[in-house]
């Protein structure tokens, strides 16, 4: 499992972090201290990541395009 620290500032961030993690078919997961969610769900991204330092987690051996992808989002 990979993970990376992210920063989704705004709603709109949020909705294209959702949309870039959803194109990848291994699960990913988006956590803060006990509280997990999943990556790909709108609906828990939005009401729970937005303005948060959030951790990232891959279930990928491979996640070197991932990473690529959230550059942006790093805090």
Known sequence: MNTMNVLLSTQEDA???VSTVSKYPFDVDLGEGNCVIDAK???GVLS???GRMMQVKMHTEHPEELFQELQSYMA
């Open 15 to 17: 909705v294209k972090f």
């Open 41 to 43: 769900s709108i609906l």
């Open 48 to 50: 729970i990541a937005v």
